[in-house]
């Protein structure tokens, strides 16, 4: 095989647009990079998206002679890049909150159904973090929960329906991201814990995950100094990746590093000197997710690494074979299988979900209160959480879409409100028959916490509804009526309309531990 060839066949990259860049192409052609990866940026509408897949694979194909991994990361709730013309399933802690592990496979079924028959062929889900931290800047409700038993119950589940709709998938973000308070986007996160201690508690989802036969398995920019000496990122970490995962783990499929222009590595290692210090690591695919122009500087001095022996010829050829035996089970997309893609079995059966999703975390004797003739309805329009996040649609919100069902009266707040803001809201509250207040990360934001405070001292009955993580509703006193939703997006706020008419209930569960109700002043 020719190098260039083979070297590309271990590079990922993606483009700006619902197209593809002339520079682009450019740059595949001369680098014979095999694989592209694709964010929200490129998807306007499923027959674009459509059309897209079968560009990319046959300018891969052309400049390669090898098919492309497409891969996207298509989690579910707060990271979900597919247009509104298909079928956007919940996230994974509002998976969990429905008690149903069966839930998590059907919710994995719908979007690999859904991604094959658009063209891409590998999704980089599920995330089996354990977010045991409840500070977590970046995992969060992208978790299944907080203990082992969760997220290896209904990971795996969610693995095993994509993996039975005919794509590949993979576990992240291993060892485990679920224990920081810094996002790797932006900084670089450590975790001192020795290896019996992951392996009792973190690793034990990417353990059940790989004995189920879990293709792929993604790496995180993290330093566990207790594992690895060096101070490298597990990502560039050989004593992780291969002796732990392939030697200990016995994972045999395909490792794949994070995205390696992300702070972590940027900003202390360089992305390119990165990429190449991850495939020596042990890593097959390693993605520079932006720019073509970094991915192509990786690809030279991975060769130059080859050349000089610095690389392991015979290491580096058996992953690009199993790259390629993974290639070979690609099935391209059958015509006739688009008419799935946000068609309406798969909308209601998403629907579904998340209305079983819905938790009452606390209600007053007597149930959840009635909203009456004249609610007011207060929340902050969403915003981007962490980098991971897909940027929301300004027109979802919740306080005017909830109004425009109910009437009353609605306030749309900032994300951070300050006392004066504070003060206005509660004054506006006056009068009021109930006041339903939909929180955005506010345990993060004591702005928002200070609103829910001020109106719970009006004595006008307040449903408090956690629009994001359900950490929001920690400690709130007995008198304040709480609901976890676990996602700002326009299925949650249907979910919505329908328990505040009183059409369904808040049967879901909680995947995690909150602190207890503050008694009542």
Same mark, same amino acid.
């Given at each position: 095989?020719?190098?260039?060839?083979?070297?590309?066949?271990?590079?990922?990259?993606?483009?700006?647009?619902?197209?593809?860049?002339?520079?682009?192409?450019?740059?595949?052609?001369?680098?014979?990079?095999?694989?592209?990866?694709?964010?929200?940026?490129?998807?306007?509408?499923?027959?674009?998206?459509?059309?897209?897949?079968?560009?990319?694979?046959?300018?891969?194909?052309?400049?390669?002679?090898?098919?492309?991994?497409?891969?996207?990361?298509?989690?579910?709730?707060?990271?979900?890049?597919?247009?509104?013309?298909?079928?956007?399933?919940?996230?994974?802690?509002?998976?969990?909150?429905?008690?149903?592990?069966?839930?998590?496979?059907?919710?994995?079924? /719908?979007?690999?159904?859904? &991604?094959? %028959?658009?063209? $891409?062929?590998?999704?980089?889900? +599920? !995330?089996?973090?354990?977010?045991?931290?409840?500070?977590?800047?970046?995992?969060?409700?992208?978790?299944?929960?907080?203990?082992?038993?969760?997220?290896?119950?209904?990971?795996?589940?969610?693995?095993?329906?994509?993996?039975?709709?005919?794509?590949?998938?993979?576990?992240?973000?291993?060892?485990?991201?679920?224990?920081?308070?810094?996002?790797?986007?932006?900084?670089?996160?450590?975790?001192?814990?020795?290896?019996?201690?992951?392996?009792?508690?973190?690793?034990?989802?990417?353990?059940?995950?790989?004995?189920?036969?879990?293709?792929?398995?993604?790496?995180?920019? /993290?330093?566990?100094?207790? &594992?690895? %000496?060096?101070? $490298?990122?597990?990502?560039?970490? +050989? !004593?992780?990746?291969?002796?732990?995962?392939?030697?200990?783990?016995?994972?045999?499929?395909?490792?794949?590093?994070?995205?390696?222009?992300?702070?972590?590595?940027?900003?202390?290692?360089?992305?390119?000197?990165?990429?190449?210090?991850?495939?020596?690591?042990?890593?097959?695919?390693?993605?520079?997710?932006?720019?073509?122009?970094?991915?192509?500087?990786?690809?030279?001095?991975?060769?130059?690494?080859?050349?000089?022996?610095?690389?392991?010829?015979?290491?580096?050829?058996?992953?690009?074979?199993?790259?390629?035996?993974?290639?070979?089970?690609?099935?391209?997309?059958?015509?006739?299988?688009?008419?799935?893609?946000?068609?309406?079995?798969?909308?209601?059966?998403?629907?579904?979900?998340?209305?079983?999703?819905?938790?009452?975390?606390?209600?007053?004797?007597?149930?959840?209160?009635?909203?009456?003739?004249?609610?007011?309805?207060?929340?902050?329009?969403?915003?981007?959480?962490?980098?991971?996040?897909?940027?929301?649609?300004?027109?979802?919100?919740?306080?005017?879409?909830?109004?425009?069902?109910?009437?009353?009266?609605?306030?749309?707040?900032?994300?951070?409100?300050?006392?004066?803001?504070?003060?206005?809201?509660?004054?506006?509250?006056?009068?009021?028959?109930?006041?339903?207040?939909?929180?955005?990360?506010?345990?993060?934001?004591?702005?928002?916490?200070?609103?829910?405070?001020?109106?719970?001292?009006?004595?006008?009955?307040?449903?408090?509804?956690?629009?994001?993580?359900?950490?929001?509703?920690?400690?709130?006193?007995?008198?304040?009526?709480?609901?976890?939703?676990?996602?700002?997006?326009?299925?949650?706020?249907?979910?919505?309309?329908?328990?505040?008419?009183?059409?369904?209930?808040?049967?879901?569960?909680?995947?995690?531990?909150?602190?207890?109700?503050?008694?009542?002043?």
């Amino acid at each position: 095989m020719d190098e260039r060839i083979q070297v590309g066949q271990h590079l990922f990259t993606g483009f700006l647009g619902p197209g593809i860049p002339a520079e682009f192409a450019r740059t595949v052609r001369e680098h014979k990079i095999g694989n592209v990866v694709l964010f929200a940026r490129n998807v306007r509408s499923a027959p674009q998206l459509k059309a897209l897949c079968a560009d990319i694979q046959a300018l891969v194909q052309e400049a390669t002679g090898y098919p492309a991994f497409i891969a996207i990361d298509q989690e579910g709730g707060a990271v979900s890049r597919l247009s509104e013309d298909c079928t956007a399933v919940p996230g994974a802690m509002a998976l969990a909150a429905t008690g149903k592990p069966e839930n998590s496979r059907v919710a994995g079924q /719908i979007t690999g159904r859904e &991604l094959q %028959a658009l063209g $891409v062929n590998f999704n980089l889900a +599920p !995330v089996l973090d354990i977010n045991s931290n409840p500070d977590n800047p970046v995992i969060g409700v992208r978790s299944f929960g907080d203990t082992p038993q969760e997220v290896t119950t209904f990971g795996v589940e969610m693995a095993r329906g994509l993996m039975e709709s005919g794509i590949l998938c993979c576990a992240k973000h291993f060892p485990g991201h679920g224990d920081t308070a810094v996002d790797s986007h932006v900084g670089l996160p450590m975790v001192n814990k020795p290896l019996e201690e992951l392996l009792a508690f973190e690793l034990i989802p990417f353990q059940a995950a790989i004995e189920a036969g879990i293709p792929g398995v993604m790496s995180t920019h /993290i330093l566990f100094p207790q &594992l690895d %000496a060096e101070k $490298v990122p597990a990502t560039m970490s +050989p !004593v992780i990746m291969t002796d732990l995962l392939r030697g200990r783990m016995g994972f045999d499929g395909l490792i794949l590093s994070d995205c390696m222009m992300m702070g972590a590595i940027a900003d202390h290692y360089g992305t390119v000197k990165g990429m190449a210090q991850a495939v020596q690591a042990g890593v097959d695919l390693v993605f520079a997710s932006h720019s073509a122009e970094l991915a192509a500087q990786g690809a030279q001095q991975i060769r130059q690494d080859l050349r000089s022996g610095f690389l392991n010829a015979n290491q580096f050829r058996a992953s690009t074979e199993r790259i390629l035996r993974y290639k070979q089970a690609i099935r391209p997309p059958a015509p006739e299988t688009f008419a799935i893609v946000g068609g309406p079995k798969h909308r209601r059966l998403s629907q579904s979900l998340h209305e079983q999703a819905l938790t009452a975390v606390r209600l007053p004797t007597g149930g959840l209160p009635r909203v009456g003739k004249n609610p007011m309805f207060i929340g902050c329009l969403p915003f981007e959480v962490s980098q991971a996040d897909t940027p929301h649609a300004a027109t979802v919100s919740f306080a005017d879409q909830l109004h425009a069902s109910f009437g009353g009266t609605a306030h749309v707040m900032s994300g951070n409100p300050d006392q004066e803001e504070t003060t206005r809201i509660a004054s506006k509250a006056k009068g009021h028959s109930c006041l339903i207040i939909g929180t955005y990360y506010a345990h993060q934001r004591p702005g928002q916490q200070a609103v829910v405070h001020t109106l719970r001292q009006t004595g006008i009955p307040l449903i408090t509804i956690a629009l994001g993580s359900p950490y929001d509703l920690s400690g709130l006193p007995y008198s304040v009526s709480a609901i976890a939703a676990y996602a700002y997006n326009p299925p949650t706020l249907r979910a919505l309309r329908r328990l505040l008419a009183g059409e369904i209930s808040a049967n879901g569960r909680l995947p995690v531990a909150l602190k207890e109700a503050e008694e009542n002043v």
